[in-house]
Structure formats: C-alpha cells, structure tokens
Nanobody
C-alpha cells in the first residue's frame, strides 16, 4: 500500500501560478504510474496529468497541456500549474496506478485526500 499526501493548494487569481506536491510513501516501483486528477463541484473526477515512476514519461489532458507540468523528485510528485483559469478550480488529487499508464480513475488503486485549488478574481 502507498500513502499519498497532497499539499500546495490555495486561492489564486486568474493568470497566477501554483505548485502542488504529492508526498508518496510505501512501495512504489518503476512500472507504476502517478497521476493528478481533479474534481470540480457537480462534475466527474478527471485526469489532469500523469508520470511514469521509473522513466518519467509524462502525459497531459488537452485542457492543461502547455500550462501544467508534472515532475518527480525522489518520492514527491509535483504539479506546476501556470496561467490558471477559473475553470481550473477543483479539488486536486494524487493517485497511483500499479498497472502502469492509464487516465482512468478507477484504475488507480491509491488516492490522497486532495487539496483545494480556487482560481478567482
């Protein structure tokens, strides 16, 4: 089992930047896949970005491509968010898939509790 703890959320203005962190502890292997998802009120949880633990290949949703960057340093996964928009407002979750690359929430076995990001003027 893996424990995931997110941090770094907050209230920012449109156009601002923010960096989220996901501290991972437990057994993580190079074949595993770490993702950031988000869920806005009344909406389904959606894939934002992901990274392969070992080779660090990265993947992005079209809605954030060019604005967000996912990275890993040791046991922490980061989501650097830039040019934030009000529609980026959501609870952001870190998650782990033991089966490798996937953008499907139900295929991620371990989840953090989430961190709130609010983009508002």
């Amino acid at each position: 089992q893996v424990q995931l703890v997110e941090s770094g959320g907050g209230l920012v203005r449109p156009g601002d930047s923010l960096r989220l962190s996901c501290a991972a502890s437990g057994r993580i292997f190079s074949s595993h896949f770490m993702s950031w998802f988000r869920q806005a009120p009344g909406k389904e949880r959606e894939f934002v970005a992901g990274i392969r633990w070992g080779v660090r290949n990265t993947y992005y949703a079209n809605s954030v491509k060019g604005r967000f960057t996912i990275s890993r340093d040791s046991d922490t996964v980061y989501l650097q968010m830039g040019s934030l928009k009000p529609e980026d407002t959501a609870v952001y979750y870190c998650a782990r898939s033991r089966g490798g690359y996937t953008q499907t929430a139900r295929e991620h076995e371990d989840w953090g509790r989430g961190t709130q990001v609010t983009v508002s003027s």
